[in-house]
């Protein structure tokens, strides 16, 4: 069983019924479910998994007015849920997993996961949150929330980068895939440095992958997950193999980069956010930046976002 359904099934059985009976007044207040960190968060936990922070458990947030009142009781109650479900016992949290599930306030959630206590305000608060931060903000799935308070914030973030925010980021990504791949790769390999190229097309890929999320308006996640989750995106997830191919090293190198340039240029220019026909990705750059309305985020640094 993946670690959703276990913390949904724990939930049914354990925490919907001790929510009931010892908070009946807030049962509709508080939000349940399960998100953050964790590869279960995202439903790509395995066997491997289960040698860290797996455990059956679920997410209860509450509003601050709440936890005041109850709080304390909740995570009381909490705790003295099963500590083995299913098989499953609860294990000593790692170093990285304490306080990934059990009671939190609303603003507590999302100020651990992005930094603010909702959705930022300017875009440069935008700019400043890692992707990865945001798509853990948004992942797992919520298995109540009648009153909608921490349904609010998830569903703006969920609507991806405000458009000013994704088309910098896109500009910035590809500025790098040229000054990465299309230019830095080839200089490495002929000077012979292979270990500077794995490095260039190391950063070429993670640059690469972050476009094709922006180019779906979604969130990158965690380094190991990138690709397992590129795979599923409707545009350019495609790209997959082709840039394992790359991290895998070889002779083509340069020709899979250009590859992958060329199907980036080609998504560019069906958004409209392009109408060059170089080869070469930064003056599409150049090209993305012209359509930011944002005039402070327009003459910010090519590369930055």
Not at 89 to 111: D, H
Not at 191 to 202: F, S, V, Y
Not at 216 to 241: I, Q, V
């Amino acid at each position: 069983m993946k670690g959703l359904e276990l913390a949904k099934a724990y939930y049914e059985e354990y925490g919907r019924p001790m929510i009931r009976e010892l908070f009946p007044e807030y049962e509709g207040r508080i939000a349940v479910g399960l998100a953050g960190e964790g590869s279960e968060c995202f439903g790509y936990d395995d066997e491997l998994s289960r040698d860290h922070d797996f455990e059956a458990g679920f997410c209860m947030w509450l509003t601050e007015r709440d936890s005041e009142k109850i709080g304390f009781r909740l995570f009381r109650a909490y705790g003295k849920l099963p500590d083995e479900y299913r098989g499953i016992k609860k294990e000593k949290a790692s170093l990285y997993g304490n306080g990934r599930k059990g009671v939190m306030t609303i603003p507590e959630f999302y100020e651990r996961m992005i930094g603010w206590r909702g959705v930022p305000a300017e875009p440069e608060q935008w700019l400043a949150v890692p992707e990865y931060a945001l798509a853990q903000a948004v992942n797992g799935e919520i298995f109540r929330d009648d009153l909608g308070a921490f349904s609010q914030v998830r569903k703006i973030l969920l609507k991806g980068y405000p458009e000013d925010v994704r088309l910098k980021k896109i500009a910035a990504r590809a500025a790098l895939m040229a000054q990465a791949g299309q230019y830095n790769y080839s200089r490495c390999r002929k000077r012979g440095e292979n270990g500077a190229a794995a490095l260039a097309a190391a950063e070429f890929v993670k640059a690469g992958i972050s476009m094709v999320f922006l180019l779906n308006n979604r969130y990158t996640p965690y380094y190991k997950w990138m690709l397992r989750a590129m795979e599923d995106l409707p545009r350019l997830g495609s790209l997959r193999p082709v840039m394992e191919q790359l991290l895998a090293g070889g002779e083509n190198g340069s020709v899979l980069i250009e590859e992958i340039c060329a199907a980036v240029t080609a998504e560019l220019r069906r958004q409209g956010l392009t109408e060059g026909s170089w080869d070469y990705l930064e003056p599409h750059a150049l090209s993305v930046t012209e359509h930011i309305r944002d005039g402070r985020l327009r003459n910010l640094h090519l590369m930055e976002g």
